[in-house]
């Protein structure tokens, strides 16, 4: 007899498993992820920082409401800390100065303790940072994530709830047929399931194409880091990044995470980064600071996948019934995804959208809202990792 699940949830990164853990309260549930391990694409490489002034007004509104998940984590799922302090710092030179000052301006409206800072308290926070940066502003709320100890508490509150886990398992096809459907992996495995939930990342088209439901452009981009020994101590620097994002750099455990910041078109694969970008990366890192590393100590890259409004999409596709959406999580899907996944399954079991979340209608989120967009590039807005 097949397998019968009220809810199969495609992907075992952040998404997926966050969404499983809201889902497993109200039905039985069935994470896939084509992957020996869980968490090996996007969310194995993240820069783990949370920042309240980051992506747009949706975005914000879901970074907030996630904050007290990380600050005091149910004692059920974790007994770790999953955030510790870190704050940001975003820096602008002469010519981005006017930038800098409008997006205080829009900052300091959603984030109360963001403050302007200049030169002398550049010097004082990041002493490796080169003069050039007259001004910038530190946000001291934002926090560093564990995002291993953050994956592991949504693993363990899916299966406390009594959902399952299967790794290696690819999913090839599915058919909706009598109100469910009818899932054929790649193993040659089916399963029975009501409610299909698509958290597949950069293959989120991929997956809806082999269950008949729409393809909605899904755009990933692939991002390189750099890991390089600053032969200083860095660990009490904040995360700091340009205001013209060309640059982000990370305290990493003693080394540094330096990113260019790019954004370069890629398939879903397995990324892997080019010579290029960890030459622009290096180039930048010496430009804007007074750091000369003699070794690089790795090097990586992960798809950051929007669609072009860059915001995620979030609940029923426009035309299959039964598959809902979970993707586009964009450069934020860490910090977004506790308050991301109670969204989602309200939007799953058809419950009222949770009540810290006032600003949010379902059609700011539908995922048929992208269907004009399809050819759009997607929008260049102020964002920083
Ligand atoms: C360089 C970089 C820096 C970042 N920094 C931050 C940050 O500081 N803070 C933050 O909040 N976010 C950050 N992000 C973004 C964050 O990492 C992502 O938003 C998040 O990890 C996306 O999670 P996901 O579960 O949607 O995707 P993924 O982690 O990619 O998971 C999707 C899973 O689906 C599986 N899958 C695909 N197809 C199938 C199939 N057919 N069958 C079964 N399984 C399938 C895949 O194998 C994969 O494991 C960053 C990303 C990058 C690349």
Redesign the pocket.
């Known amino acids: 007899m097949k397998q019968s699940f009220d809810f199969l949830v495609?992907?075992?990164?952040?998404?997926?498993v966050a969404v499983a853990s809201e889902l497993a309260r109200h039905g039985s549930v069935l994470v896939?992820?084509?992957?020996r391990s869980?968490?090996?694409?996007?969310?194995g490489?993240?820069?783990?920082?949370?920042m309240e002034s980051y992506g747009n007004a949706l975005i914000r509104e879901l970074t907030c409401a996630s904050r007290e998940f990380f600050e005091k984590p149910p004692a059920e799922l974790t007994t770790d800390a999953l955030s510790s302090p870190r704050g940001a710092l975003i820096l602008g030179d002469e010519p981005n100065l006017d930038k800098l000052r409008a997006r205080y301006g829009v900052v300091k409206q959603h984030v109360p303790s963001a403050r302007w800072v200049e030169r002398d308290e550049i010097a004082g926070m990041a002493p490796f940072m080169e003069q050039k940066w007259i001004a910038g502003i530190h946000e001291p709320s934002a926090f560093d994530?564990d995002v291993h100890a953050i994956h592991s508490a949504f693993l363990r509150g899916t299966r406390l709830r009594g959902g399952l886990v299967r790794t290696d398992?690819?999913?090839a096809s599915a058919e909706r047929q009598g109100g469910a459907w009818h899932v054929r992996l790649v193993d040659g495995a089916t399963i029975l399931a009501g409610t299909i939930v698509n958290?597949?990342?950069?293959?989120a088209d991929?997956?809806a194409q082999?269950c008949g439901a729409t393809t909605l452009g899904i755009k990933p981009l692939l991002?390189t880091?750099v890991v390089v020994d600053p032969e200083r101590s860095v660990e009490h620097c904040p995360y700091i990044g340009t205001v013209d994002e060309q640059l982000f750099i990370k305290p990493d455990v003693g080394r540094l995470m330096v990113?260019p910041c790019d954004e370069t078109p890629s398939d879903p694969c397995d990324a892997l980064p080019e010579e290029l970008g960890v030459a622009i990366a290096m180039d930048r890192l010496e430009s804007a600071t007074t750091l000369r590393p003699k070794r690089i100590l790795n090097r990586w890259a992960?798809?950051?996948?929007f669609v072009p409004d860059r915001t995620p999409l979030v609940g029923a596709d426009p035309e299959a019934d039964g598959f809902i959406w979970c993707?586009a999580?964009?450069?934020?899907?860490?910090?977004?995804a506790p308050a991301m996944a109670r969204l989602c399954a309200a939007l799953a079991i058809g419950d009222a959208i949770p009540a810290d979340l006032p600003h949010i209608a379902a059609g700011d989120v539908a995922p048929g809202r992208v269907l004009g967009m399809a050819s759009q590039q997607v929008t260049a807005v102020a964002e920083l990792?």
């Open positions: 495609v992907g075992g990164g952040i998404a997926g896939l992820e084509r992957e869980l968490a090996y694409h996007t969310t490489r993240s820069a783990a920082i949370s994530l398992a690819e999913i958290a597949a990342g950069a293959w991929v997956v082999r991002r880091v990113s992960g798809l950051r996948v993707a999580l964009g450069g934020y899907g860490i910090q977004t990792h």
